[in-house]
């Protein structure tokens, strides 16, 4: 399974934009890119998810480059209540259990 | 999007005792759903894979005689946590792969304490 790595935390204020870049440079053929927000004592949500290029949903943005050895999520006009872990997970399409690595402390203050 | 379901939400147990949480896929059929336990300040980390049908698959470290699962249905796998200890307190987080197999649900945790 690839490994990730991550910023262990960042910091932002409100209305900014986020960007969270995550790397994977063992990422295999078969592999998507998924990101996940928890918040405490929650479980993770999905967020989104894509495996070449350029992915945008209505929360979020999957930016990655053509080696897809890394990717960034990006997060327009963030507020209070997107402080929360983002994870970067790397998996194929079989049924594998995904493994996160640590993670990215996100902290947007007012 | 798909839900999954986790109960209980949060439970406390004296040391000894055992305590089931239940994982639910409500409106699709699940085959394998995982089991993770996430300590404080820390990452999930999987516990075990549950297949239905069969015998659940745990990651080393992991003692299949403490953590018993059961898969009997498509839609429900069940953790058991045996002789509990305050060791043992934790958030315990299930999931499911959804139809295609590329996205995975996870239900909202468990926070088990043991007194």
């Known amino acids: 399974l690839a490994k990730t790595t991550q910023p262990i935390s960042m910091d932002s204020y409100e209305g900014q934009e986020v960007n969270i870049t995550c790397s994977h440079n063992n990422i295999a053929t078969n592999d998507y890119i998924t990101w996940y927000q928890q918040f405490p004592s929650q479980g993770p949500r999905f967020i989104i998810q894509g495996y070449k290029t350029k992915v945008t949903n209505e929360v979020a943005s999957l930016f990655i480059p053509a080696d897809r050895k890394s990717s960034t999520l990006s997060l327009p006009r963030v507020s209070l209540s997107d402080t929360a872990v983002y994870y970067c997970l790397v998996g194929d399409t079989g049924r594998r259990a995904l493994t996160f690595g640590s993670g990215t402390r996100l902290q947007v203050q007012p | ?115």
């Open chain 2, 1 to 115: 999007g798909a839900v999954v379901s986790q109960h209980p939400s949060w439970v406390i147990c004296k040391s000894g005792t055992s305590v089931k949480i239940e994982c639910r896929s409500l409106d699709f059929q699940a085959t394998t759903m995982f089991w993770y336990r996430q300590f404080p300040k820390q990452s999930l980390m999987l516990m075990a894979t549950s297949n239905e049908g069969s015998k659940a698959t745990y990651e080393q470290g992991v003692e299949k005689d403490k953590f018993l699962i059961n898969h009997a249905s498509l839609t429900l796998s069940t953790l058991t946590v045996t002789s509990a200890h305050p060791e043992d307190s934790s958030f315990y987080i299930c999931s499911a792969l959804g139809h295609e197999g590329t996205e995975a649900f996870f239900g909202q945790g468990t926070r088990l304490t043991v007194v």
